[in-house]
């Protein structure tokens, strides 16, 4: 069975700093990873995925993870927040195309001013 | 760009009543799915739907729920006789299947059960 781990259910960053989310998964085969962010009162939007191409992704809105195989994680980084980007989110495993993701916990991200 | 549409944002049912909820998936997704989040809860995945039948179920999905994709555009998700604990945030996804071709999820539907 497939399972993610987010360290830290709320973080507080300042704005124009590092804003870094942590992700370790756990899966039986090659995972597919993702990385969702939740908006108040919207659905998930898709930041980034990785599909076992290159293990540095660059996903929207700045934001870039890195898949470690021998760490299995697939931390979520962003070098300098913005206002913008206080909001929930999501790491994500699925095993292959077209099957379920399976959901960490969350990160909710506060940028201070 | 295309988006997964659901309908409606808000539903307040009493305990014991049928729901159906609707999503609209984007329109050349193979895949479709429901997922539920409970308030202060992950999201948790319901069932996968693919070539007009139930891929997978999780253990959340009983025989309460159904799914079905009526007319080739909507697919529906019923609950017969809901329960308070099924009020939470219901999601609609759909993908294309491939690889490159990630979950494309609409904003929910709240279901509030009196």
């Known amino acids: 069975a497939q399972s993610v781990t987010q360290l830290g259910s709320h973080v507080s960053v300042s704005e124009g700093a590092l804003v870094l989310l942590r992700c370790n998964y756990s899966?039986?085969?090659?995972?597919?990873l993702f990385w969702y962010v939740q908006y108040p009162n919207q659905g998930l939007q898709l930041l980034l995925k990785?599909?076992?191409?290159?293990?540095l992704v660059k996903g929207i809105n700045g934001f870039e993870a890195e898949f470690k195989k021998s760490e299995t994680s697939f931390h979520l980084t962003k070098p300098s927040a913005h206002m913008s980007d206080a909001a929930e989110y999501f790491c994500?495993?699925?095993?292959?195309?077209?099957?379920?993701?399976?959901f960490g916990g969350g990160t909710r991200v506060l940028v201070k001013p | 760009e295309p988006e997964v549409t659901q309908t409606p944002s808000h539903q307040v049912t009493q305990m014991g009543q049928e729901v159906i909820l609707r999503c609209v998936p984007i329109?050349?997704?193979?895949?479709f799915y429901w997922y539920r989040q409970i308030l202060g809860q992950k999201v948790e995945f319901l069932v996968s739907?693919?070539?007009?039948?139930?891929?997978?179920k999780s253990e959340i999905f009983d025989d309460q729920f159904s799914v079905e994709r009526p007319d080739g555009s909507n697919f529906t998700l019923k609950i017969r006789s809901t329960k308070l604990e099924d009020s939470a945030m219901y999601f609609c996804?759909?993908?294309?299947?491939?690889?490159?071709?990630?979950?494309?999820f609409g904003d929910g539907t709240r279901l509030s059960i009196l």
């Open positions: 996804a759909s993908s294309g299947g491939q690889p490159n071709q990630p979950q494309h």
């Open positions: 994500a495993v699925s095993k292959a195309a077209g099957n379920k993701l399976t």
């Open positions: 739907f693919y070539n007009n039948e139930i891929s997978e």
């Open positions: 899966s039986s085969v090659p995972p597919y």
């Open positions: 990785y599909t076992s191409a290159a293990t």
């Open positions: 329109s050349n997704h193979l895949y």
